[in-house]
């Protein structure tokens, strides 16, 4: 049952606690892509590209998950924080039937479309062949991811970090075994390409959810999932998605951005396609690590203001924030001396060095303001406000990144750089507004 109490003792304590392991589970876990397009990387630009584009989809199939789960982690956070340990257990009961449902339409999605998907975003058909196999291999085992972050989701919320921590370090090292011998083929193992990379992330997943919900339904974690008097609870399944909701759509709208951003970076070549995406796969590991605790201090919010202590949760925000943007910047650093060198690690090819490299630096601008952007709204999400991050979200993404960086690539000298110079940009006033709406305090008052 639960044993931690996130509502008294040292704010920076608590944090910490909760942060280091979401920091290195966030960083192992965006270690799924980056494998992939390692060993992907030996195939060719094609490959590269292909697995770049279709990794995109995948983030948005993942993001609408993810934002499904916030809602549920808001309504476990306030009833921990509020004593109501009864309604846990039922809260999180709803989590599987909302997984189910979303599991299904997106095996009937990947078996049916993955192709077309691909074909809509305009690449050339030499990257079409290459990326719709992953992709459909990827929606297709959904299901695996789903499960994780059922049990991933239920075991933060309660305050329990470590032990996602450690199973997200298990799978990851067997994924780590498992994508070159799928790849390129290994003793009675076929050689699978692309395929295979797809197949090794399912198959790792796979024994990571059957491993989290074990220690779920056995009494291993703080919270004792059960399926005991199990029925389905349209209340609260509407209270989840109404927070979800918005969360899934700030996401949507992120990871459509991303994908209209390939659609105007296309006519650039496939070069110019390969470069974004291999330096998307970098951007997320600046991204992820700050995202640690953001997403720490986001449980520590929902239980405080279930606890009624809403200046407290003020002060973990701002807290983590610092801390995040702290991070942030280093990582900015680490880029602007040795791009060259993180680059290097996927494609020696030249060109696509260079090209990555420029875009990189490009985003630096970002990474300055990353910390305020991550750990704020994450502690929104955690609070329930969900739908402040979505508007943001809207007004910097497709007003900024989209519609400015559209204009800076087709009409100034700038060309393919102009599209970046647009994503660095959209962060910048991403930043602005959240720091002016956390100041209003309205999001300490929020009933979900």
């Known amino acids: 049952m639960i044993k931690t109490d996130l509502t008294t003792g040292s704010i920076i304590g608590n944090l910490w606690s909760l942060s280091w392991p979401m920091l290195i589970t966030n960083t192992v876990n965006t270690l799924g892509p980056a494998i992939d397009m390692i060993w992907v990387g030996k195939l060719g630009s094609a490959s590269i590209a292909g697995v770049g584009v279709s990794g995109i989809v995948v983030m948005l199939v993942n993001s609408l998950l993810s934002g499904m789960f916030t ?4 309504l476990i956070a ?3 924080g509020s004593g109501d340990e009864k309604s846990v257990n039922r809260i999180a009961q709803q989590a599987f039937v909302l997984a189910g449902f979303f599991s299904l339409m997106m095996a009937l999605i990947g078996i049916f479309t993955a192709r077309h998907i691909l074909l809509t975003l305009g690449v050339a058909h030499s990257v079409v062949d290459e990326g719709a196999a992953y992709l459909r291999i990827l929606l297709v085992g959904i299901v695996t991811m789903a499960g994780l972050q059922i049990g991933q989701s239920i075991m933060q919320a309660s305050g329990d970090t470590r ?3 450690k199973i997200s370090l298990g799978y990851r090292v067997l994924q780590i075994t498992l994508c070159p011998a799928f790849v390129f083929g290994f003793w009675i193992i076929p050689s699978m390409g692309v395929s295979g990379a797809a197949l090794s992330n399912i198959v790792a997943q796979g024994i990571g959810a059957v491993i989290t919900l074990s220690i779920l339904f056995n009494s291993h974690s703080r919270i004792k999932v059960s399926l005991h008097q199990f029925s389905i609870d349209w209340h609260i399944i509407w209270r989840a998605i109404r927070i979800g909701i918005p969360a899934s759509l700030t996401q949507i709208e992120r990871n459509f951005a991303d994908l209209v951003m390939v659609r105007l970076i296309t006519p650039f070549g496939t070069m110019a396609v390969a470069a974004h995406s291999l330096s998307q796969r970098i951007d997320s590991f600046v991204q992820m690590p700050g995202g640690g605790f953001g997403q720490g201090a986001g449980v520590i919010v929902g239980h405080n203001l279930g606890a009624k202590q809403p200046d407290r949760a003020d002060r973990t925000a701002w807290l983590a924030a610092a801390l995040a943007s702290a991070i942030s910047i280093t990582c900015a650093l680490v880029i602007w001396f040795w791009v060259e060198n993180l680059v290097g ?3 020696q090819e030249s060109s696509l060095v260079t090209t990555a490299s420029t875009f990189l630096r490009i985003q630096i ?3 300055l303001f990353w910390g305020l952007v991550v ?3 994450l502690c929104l999400n955690g609070a329930g406000d969900t739908m402040v991050p979505m508007i943001t979200n809207f007004i910097s993404m497709w007003g900024v990144q989209i519609g400015l960086g559209y204009i800076l690539s087709r009409y100034t000298d ?3 750089n102009g599209l970046r110079w647009g994503m660095a940009i959209g962060v910048v006033v991403r930043a602005a507004i959240y720091v002016i709406y956390f ?5 300490k008052y929020k009933i979900i």
């Open 439 to 443: 100041r209003t305090g309205r999001w």
């Open 345 to 347: 690690v996927f494609s």
């Open 414 to 416: 700038l060309g393919v």
């Open 375 to 377: 750990a704020l709204s």
């Open 365 to 367: 601008v970002a990474y």
């Open 71 to 74: 809602g549920i982690m808001a």
């Open 163 to 165: 032990t996602p921590m």
């Open 78 to 80: 306030r009833c921990i």
